[in-house]
């Protein structure tokens, strides 16, 4: 690869700083000197962005559709990837500048938990693999929201990202679509980042969409002092991308919900569209030879009736030949086999909103019904398919059945969706049903987050590790060598000092980089129960303070998590673990062994400080409800041990690593579905139980206080008694705490002995490779996408 010349790059910064900020790089801030370094980037790169295209669109290529990309702040990422980060750091001390001042630039806010981050880390090994992969998604003005505590509970404000504008987007007006509601028609505007691969193999696409009113600002009704009125058409425009995942607990919030996934999906399926028009001219024979869209989750689903209608009333097509179509070129990824989050719309509503796209559902339903009926399906059968359902649209029906391939995201969760959620429709295509475990980019979540560990990976198995993660395979003849050994601890605990410095900033807290971390960071929901590991402290707290645990070995519970804005009860857990913390961290008795800290705005930019400081992963979901999970790959290429269920991807994590340098507890699947039926937590555990009902009695014996929200009481009841729609305990958290909290007694006294802890955590790091997202984004291109 070509390399820019230091002299050159720093000219080009120095110019471009002159040029738009009139200072230079001794005097600029932060954002000035972001801004300087993104052009001079961008125009480094501009010729392989434009040949890397050209070349794709000359062959068979893919798009993939994502409500979300959780990609993380850009700079740091594109410098390492364009092979100039060690250069720049270069430039800028000589310039009497540190780098880390770029720290200061925001992390676009396109996303939220694992869906987002995954679909960042598949574009990121796409450019990396030089696989023909482009991103579609919304260019979201605000983000998810930018989360503060404030006496224990979760604040949200808006996350202005995009005040200062985006260095790395580029508006495309050219491409410029529009998008039709009922009673509303807004534009679609592009604009173009730029996904730079490892090594300069090529540079792929992320093209935002961003909603923009046609009819603009009203002169006339500002000239008639109309002042709201003259911006209205504007306002209702950018509602569409103002926020991800707007609050839906009103029918104006998922109307909402639905205008925004219709609004990318349509622009992205038009501008797919004439990129082939484009080729091939009105002949569509060839459309789904020359692509294959991946639909990430049931939130682009709406593509396959879109790309009908358009292919029906703007390209003269019969039905039949525009659904085979669709089906031959949409994929569905499943994420989740949680009832709730298989997308269902209620049909009135969406019909108000997407009337013509409605009638196109019936078609595909009525299509659905005449298969069912041809292969021998019965009565009960046909209904339980049925894509309207009653007063329902059930979209993931719609996404597997049209579709030609539905993929599981770990071997354990796909296996689940073919035995049980998705049963009924892998019976009727088993061969449409895949596994596509998930994976990690190695580039951020290794050389770009943990540069003194890579360096050591480097010295001893060479250079090349960061496109060909099984390499790590080499490290394992190193875990007997104690001098290694004892310099990967010396590195675990340089970056724990890092990361003291850094609460210590940012969250007000002093943390001793001696103790053992044991994180906890991702979406807040109660079946990744962070209540549990919440419980879990607390119950070390009563043992502590019944004198029963003198040598624990000194530990830091680090939290972070935002929860959804209307999730009351994972509001709740937020308060509840802020008021364990307050407990915890100023008992005399305990202050010097339990230490609890949650961490405000987690994102990717805290995670790349937090994932390389960890010693336990707590990875804690009810086995079989977590579809994978990424976050324990990160801390497991880091070299943390999974403190964690049977669940997931962290089946596979202990396959590969070995049962022994893990920490696995708690009910399986096939436990739980026995027990499911008859299962009382109260009568069976909580009465009988009298550990484990001091630490669920706290939510309600006035340990702690909710601040008369009743949120903690609504937790109790939730466990005990349950309520209308789920019974008693229903992620089992009773069940597994008495087996968590000895498992994870069992961890710390483990970490004690540094030298055979560390050789767990080496072993870790050495199993890695599998989960490396190169191998992933591969298999997708050649069992799904047919590349």
Known sequence: MIILDKALFAARISDNLL?????????????????????????????????????????????????????????YNNLYCAGLLDTAKEIFSENGVDISLLEEIEDASLGNGGLGRLAACFLDSAAACDIPLNGYGIRYKYGLFKQSIQNGFQAETADPWLDYGDAWGIRADEDTVTVEFAGETVKAVPYDTPIIGFGRKAVNTLRLWQAESIKGFDFGKFDDQDYMGASEANIIADAINDVLYPNDNTEKGRKLRLKQQYFFVSASVQDIVRRYKKRFGDDFSHFAEQYAVQLNDTHPTVAVPELIRILMFKEGMNFRDAFDIAQKTFNYTNHTVLGEALEKWNIDLFKSVLPTVYEIILMIDEHLKRYLVSVGQNEGQINSKRIVDGSVIHMARMAIFGTSHTNGVAALHTEILKNDVLHDWYELFPERFQNKTNGITP??????????????????????????????????????????????????????????????????VEVSPDWCFDIQVKRLHEYKRQL???????????QIKDGKLPDLQPTCFIFGAKAAPAYRRAKGIIKYINEVAKLVNNDPDTKDKLKVVFVQNYNV???????????????????????SGTGNMKFMLNGAVTLGTYDGANVEIVEEAGWENEYIFGARVEELEKVRPTYNPREKIYYKNDRVKRVVNTLVDSTFNDGDTGMFGELFNALINGCSWHRPDNYFLLTDLEGYVDTKKRALYDYKNRAVFGKKCWMNIA?????????????????????
């Open 532 to 542: 549990l590991n919440a419980f879990s402290i607390v119950d070390l707290y009563f």
């Open 605 to 627: 930019s805290y995670a790349e400080k937090l994932i390389p400081a960890a010693d336990i992963s707590e990875q804690i979901s009810t086995a079989g409800l977590e579809a």
């Open 19 to 75: 040029t738009d900020s009139r200072t230079d790089m001794a005097h600029a801030s932060a954002r000035q000197l972001h801004s300087a370094v993104a052009r001079a980037v961008m125009s480094d790169i501009m010729p392989l962005w434009k040949e890397t295209e050209e070349r794709h669109n000359s062959g068979r290529r893919a798009y993939y559709l994502s409500a979300e990309f959780l990609m993380g702040r850009a700079v």
């Open 443 to 508: 580039r951020r979540w290794l050389g770009l987050c943990d540069p003194e560990l890579s360096a050591l990976i480097t010295e001893k198995i060479g250079s090349g590790w960061e496109t060909d993660l099984d390499r790590l395979q080499e490290l394992k003849k190193f875990v007997d060598d104690g001098s290694v050994i004892d310099r990967f601890n010396s590195i675990k605990h340089e970056k724990k000092v890092q990361l003291c410095a850094y609460l210590k900033k940012h969250e007000g």
């Open 767 to 787: 199993s890695a490779g599998k989960f490396s997202s190169d191998r992933t984004v591969r298999q997708y291109a050649e069992e799904l996408w047919k590349l």
